[in-house]
Every structure is written in C-alpha cells, then in structure tokens.
C-alpha cells in the first residue's frame, strides 16, 4: 500500500503557521487609515470626529420661546481585529486630512503595542 499521499497530507498539517490576531485603532479629528485586513488585502478606512449639541437652557417670554445651545467636539475613533498568519507582516498607516489637528494610531501584535501619534496636517504615519 502506498502511504505517500497520507504522508504528504500530514506533513502540510504539521508545517501550517497558527493565525495570530492583530488589532489595529484609531483616534483622529480627521484622517485616513489603511491596514492589512487579510494576508494578502490591504483595507481603508475614513475616520472623521462629530460635533455634539445638545440644549443647556429654554427662555419662555410672552412672545417667543429661546433655547439656549452649547456644543462639544468628540474625535472620531476606530478599531478592528484581524486574524493573519503566523509569518505575515502586520501594518497599518494613517494620513491626517486636511486640518485636522492630531491623530493617534496603535498596533497590538502578538501582546506587543506600538503608537504613533501625529500633531499636524496631512502628515503620515507607519506602524509595522
């Protein structure tokens, strides 16, 4: 009986790398994210904050009714977990759009953290 085909089974079983999973996040006024989704598929993303309004008071006189509004702006945030081979190499990069004012971005890869952090427009960053 010729066991060569179980052999040649077993061993691709045996040599496979374990999946590892990387997570990559983002916090920014305005940027744009690009990162590796799949072993061989790079994936992006826009990320933009919101302002927030929300009412602080209400003036009722005889002929009208005023509301008062206040406002706050909350950064856009994003983040994602990815399953890649053991032997690939994970990246994510960010670009700040125009104006923005500052933009964060973080890699967990194996346990092992690692940030970039931007302070001006249209700058880029790169994490591997």
């Known amino acids: ?4 085909p179980l052999f040649a089974a077993f061993a691709l079983v045996a040599c496979s790398k374990d999946a590892r999973q990387v997570k990559y996040s983002a916090v920014c006024d305005s940027c744009f994210v690009s990162y590796q989704s ?3 598929t790079e994936s992006s993303v826009a990320v933009h904050g919101r302002w927030i309004v929300f009412p602080v008071d209400t003036v009722y006189t005889l ?3 005023t509301y008062v509004l206040d406002s706050t702006y909350a950064l856009g945030t994003w983040s994602i977990a990815v399953d890649l081979r053991d032997d ?5 990069k960010a670009r700040n759009g125009w104006c923005s004012a500052i933009t964060t971005i973080e890699m967990v890869n194996n346990g092992a953290s690692s940030k970039a952090e931007a302070r001006s427009s249209m700058q ?3 994490l591997h």
């Open 1 to 4: 009986m010729n066991y060569t």
């Open 38 to 40: 799949d072993d061989r």
């Open 63 to 65: 002929a009208d009714t």
């Open 88 to 92: 690939a190499r994970p990246y994510v």
């Open 124 to 126: 880029e960053l790169e």
